[in-house]
């Protein structure tokens, strides 16, 4: 099994992703601790689903897919509420351009400041740095007296993977 190595971004087809979800677990109790809040069953379990795979998911299908597995069918605030925690713990993102939520699998602290790469043909996510992006628009929008209150770069596209995979001669 080849390792995740989504921290240098896109996945590598066919890697070990079970490493990748213990990962994400850990990195979110230890957040979930230092931030005095519990990782309840339901949080975890939110969590599981959303960094099943290093897709984004809207919250129904989360709903759905815990319902799928026997769980008693919860009301769709219960998981806009953990899901609204997990991001609040900077462990789940939200993918604002599509609705949907995708787990982090980078250590970028509570810094947002993440170029988010997301592919229109597979529905993985993955986060880049590029801090003169974000300093950039800083200064653009200050020269226009513009105050930011919050700033996303998402950028839609094809993956490395999916890109190989459309060639005819493959
Ligand atoms: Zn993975
Ligand atoms: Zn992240
Ligand atoms: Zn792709």
Known sequence: ??????????????????SCLT???????????????????LRRNV??????????VGAYEVLERLASKGG?????????????????AGVVHRLESRNAFFACHVV???????IVLACEQCGAVAEVSRPN???????AA??????MSQVLVEVSGTCAACSRSER???
């Open 1 to 18: 099994m080849k390792a995740g190595s989504s921290a240098s971004g896109f996945p590598v087809p066919d890697h070990d992703h079970a």
């Open 23 to 41: 990962e994400v677990i850990v990195r979110a109790a230890v957040a979930f601790e230092r931030q005095g809040l519990r990782l309840t069953d």
């Open 47 to 56: 969590l599981e689903e959303v960094a099943a795979s290093h897709k984004a």
């Open 72 to 88: 008693k069918r919860l009301a769709p605030i219960s998981i806009y509420r953990a899901l609204d925690t997990l991001v609040a």
């Open 108 to 114: 970028h602290g509570g810094n947002r400041r993440q």
């Open 133 to 139: 992006v974000f300093d950039d628009i800083q200064t």
């Open 142 to 147: 200050g020269a226009v007296g513009f105050r």
């Open 168 to 170: 005819p001669d493959k």
